[in-house]
């Protein structure tokens, strides 16, 4: 046989010497010291009950090793709690088959788990898995707890549980029957689930069948735990797949009617993140007579913005088909939304207008949809975040779809308009994608008898200022080019074009931009432009003597020119 390793001599010894007893005066010692750890207020936790201990069979090194940790707990913990010293006295006790001495290292795992302020050193996890493994149950409940505590405040690395294999005695622990160990259990693979690795391999394990049974816990803060863990496991779409598979949809939707807000909002959002994956949609929304649809739409009226808020995220996730819109819209659904237009979180006032751009992508949606309170609020809300790219954008793009509907007009006389035309005045802190949303909303308005009437009421000198120099910014071609279509429509009105006249040079430097440049539909754009703004004397005047004049001279001589070789050339080709 081959020479034993220090760890494997060492187990044989003690093995050997577990065969020997040790004083029932030393079990009373660590009883009573024991019974004063669990009162003290630093442990922020019920006291355990204090048991009978069975007569254990101790090690003579256990034995020494004991006394010296108690005298080492009854000086305060003056040492270095995570010394050379404390790691081999926490070893010994945590292997031992004593409960007593197990239950000695898990407390005061305990206790330095809710004062430790560095990094738990990970040699420390592997007395973690005896204790883990204990049949004793305070031991697994006091552990469990300080592991939770560990993680919870970044004393331990979530990937060190998984290389330190103590996932696999944590998820053993998901099937005890004790609800405290159950709690502490799932609080853990709920903080380990949030890295991307730790989910996949909870999942490999067999981690969601457990937690699936826990969800459904008649104990609140084991239920909390377990659908909290479920949640933040199906941010991995290999999970979502598994936990399809496994039948967790009717579980999670069936827990949206929780009286607690906490499992609402952990199944909500969980359900949220398998609405991602549109291949489950049949299978999410044939549960009930649209039982999901009215039980989200229900939930949007929450007290808790959470809440609230999640389900507007879920309604929005499975709103990507016409068949779901109209469901949606026929609940009917404005209602519920007006209130969060209204809120005063931003990001439920955000995911509110996310899904009603969404609903109005339908046509036969619009008409629904339209109404005043909707446009106050929607003015409102432009008005107030006037560089929000998520509010001004899809608020922009709802509009629009508006105004394709029948209820133009009541889009038109809403606070609406002014709230776009200021965040045109913002251009220059928007992003250029909120701003194509905006200037493409104008551009669909200012085609409609009386909106660019409309317009020009709200318009001042600054903005007209911004739209002329949004116009020149030819780089960004869409906007700019909407930004110069409304003003050639808004130029119908002598009132716009006196407004312009103080800008006439920046006027004449974009439209020659427009003359020349290879696209047809700016070219076209540009001298349209110029023929209205020609019958005004001044712009006349000043186009005269302007390099637009020469450029358009220029060109008028190559047309003609043009025009004498294309009539040269169809006589050759006649005969």
């Given at each position: 046989m081959g020479q034993l390793c220090a760890k494997c001599a060492q187990l044989l010894c003690d093995f050997l010497l577990s065969m020997k007893t040790c004083s029932l005066g030393l079990v009373h010692d660590i009883r009573e010291c024991l019974a004063q750890i669990q009162i003290c207020p630093c442990l922020k936790r019920k006291s355990f009950e204090a048991r009978q201990l069975y007569k254990p069979v101790v090690q003579p090194q256990e034995e020494e090793i004991a006394q010296e940790f108690l005298q080492h707990m009854e000086r305060g913990f003056e040492m270095s709690p995570l010394g050379k010293d404390s790691l081999e006295a926490l070893r010994t006790l945590a292997f031992s088959e004593n409960p007593g001495?197990?239950?000695?290292?898990?407390?005061?795992?305990?206790?330095?788990?809710?004062?430790?302020?560095?990094?738990?050193?990970?040699?420390?996890?592997?007395?973690?898995?005896?204790?883990?493994?204990?049949?004793?149950l305070e031991v697994q409940q006091i552990s469990s707890l300080s592991l939770v505590n560990f993680l919870l405040e970044g004393n331990v690395t979530k990937e060190h549980i998984i290389q330190m294999d103590l996932l696999e005695p944590v998820l053993e622990l998901l099937e005890s029957d004790d609800a405290t160990v159950q709690c502490n259990s799932c609080a853990c693979?709920?903080?380990?689930?949030?890295?991307?690795?730790?989910?996949?391999?909870?999942?490999?394990?067999?981690?969601?069948?457990?937690?699936?049974?826990?969800?459904?816990?008649?104990?609140?803060?084991?239920?909390?735990?377990?659908?909290?863990?479920?949640?933040?496991?199906?941010?991995?779409?290999?999970?979502?797949?598994?936990?399809?598979?496994?039948?967790?949809?009717?579980?999670?939707?069936?827990?949206?009617?929780?009286?607690?807000?906490?499992?609402?909002?952990?199944?909500?959002?969980?359900?949220?993140?398998?609405?991602t994956n549109s291949q489950h949609h049949e299978a999410m929304l044939q549960i009930g007579d649209r039982f999901l649809l009215r039980t989200l739409l229900s939930l949007l009226a929450s007290s808790e913005d959470k809440v609230s808020n999640q389900a507007c995220v879920c309604l929005r996730n499975l709103a990507t088909s016409e068949r779901v819109q109209t469901s949606i819209v026929a609940l009917p659904i404005l209602p519920h939304l007006l209130p969060l237009l209204a809120s005063n979180n931003p990001k439920i006032q955000q995911n509110a207008i996310i899904l009603l751009r969404m609903l109005s992508q339908h046509p036969a949606n619009q008409n629904a949809l339209i109404c005043d309170e909707v446009l106050q609020a929607l003015g409102t809300l432009l008005l107030t975040w006037k560089?929000?790219?998520?509010?001004?954008?899809?608020?922009?793009?709802?509009?629009?779809?508006?105004?394709?509907?029948?209820?133009?007009?009541?889009?038109?006389?809403?606070?609406?308009?002014?709230?776009?035309?200021?965040?045109?005045?913002?251009?220059?802190?928007?992003?250029?994608?909120?701003?194509?949303?905006?200037?493409?909303?104008?551009?669909?308005?200012?085609?409609?008898?009386?909106?660019?009437?409309?317009?020009?009421?709200?318009?001042?000198?600054?903005?007209?200022?911004?739209?002329?120099?949004?116009?020149?910014?030819?780089?960004?071609?869409?906007?700019?080019?909407?930004?110069?279509?409304?003003?050639?429509?808004?130029?119908?009105?002598?009132?716009?074009v006196s407004l312009l006249k103080s800008h006439m040079n920046k006027v004449q430097q974009y439209l020659m931009k427009y003359l020349i440049h290879q696209e047809n539909r700016?070219?076209?754009?540009?001298?349209?432009?110029?023929?209205?703004?020609?019958?005004?004397?001044?712009?006349?005047?000043?186009?005269s003597h302007s390099q637009l004049k020469k450029y358009l001279d220029q060109v008028c001589q190559q047309t003609e020119e043009m025009q004498e070789l294309l009539s040269i050339a169809f006589k050759h080709m006649d005969t």
């Open positions: 001495f197990q239950k000695s290292a898990a407390l005061y795992y305990l206790h330095i788990s809710q004062h430790l302020n560095i990094q738990l050193p990970p040699e420390h996890l592997e007395t973690y898995y005896a204790l883990l493994k204990s049949n004793d693979i709920m903080t380990l689930a949030v890295s991307d690795v730790n989910q996949e391999a909870i999942g490999a394990a067999g981690g969601v069948v457990p937690l699936l049974a826990l969800s459904k816990s008649n104990d609140l803060r084991v239920q909390q735990n377990a659908v909290g863990a479920i949640f933040n496991l199906t941010q991995s779409e290999w999970i979502r797949q598994l936990l399809f598979r496994q039948g967790t949809l009717p579980v999670l939707i069936l827990l949206l009617e929780s009286p607690d807000s906490e499992v609402q909002y952990y199944s909500c959002a969980a359900l949220s993140n398998m609405a560089t929000e790219p998520v509010i001004i954008g899809h608020a922009a793009c709802f509009i629009k779809n508006l105004s394709l509907s029948q209820g133009i007009q009541r889009v038109v006389e809403s606070p609406c308009v002014k709230g776009l035309l200021q965040a045109v005045h913002s251009a220059d802190l928007l992003e250029e994608e909120p701003l194509l949303c905006v200037t493409s909303c104008l551009t669909e308005l200012v085609k409609h008898e009386g909106a660019a009437a409309r317009m020009l009421e709200l318009m001042d000198e600054p903005l007209i200022d911004s739209l002329v120099r949004l116009a020149g910014q030819v780089e960004q071609t869409e906007p700019s080019f909407q930004a110069a279509f409304m003003i050639r429509h808004i130029i119908q009105h002598k009132e716009a700016f070219q076209q754009l540009g001298i349209a432009t110029l023929c209205i703004l020609q019958k005004d004397p001044e712009f006349s005047s000043a186009f």
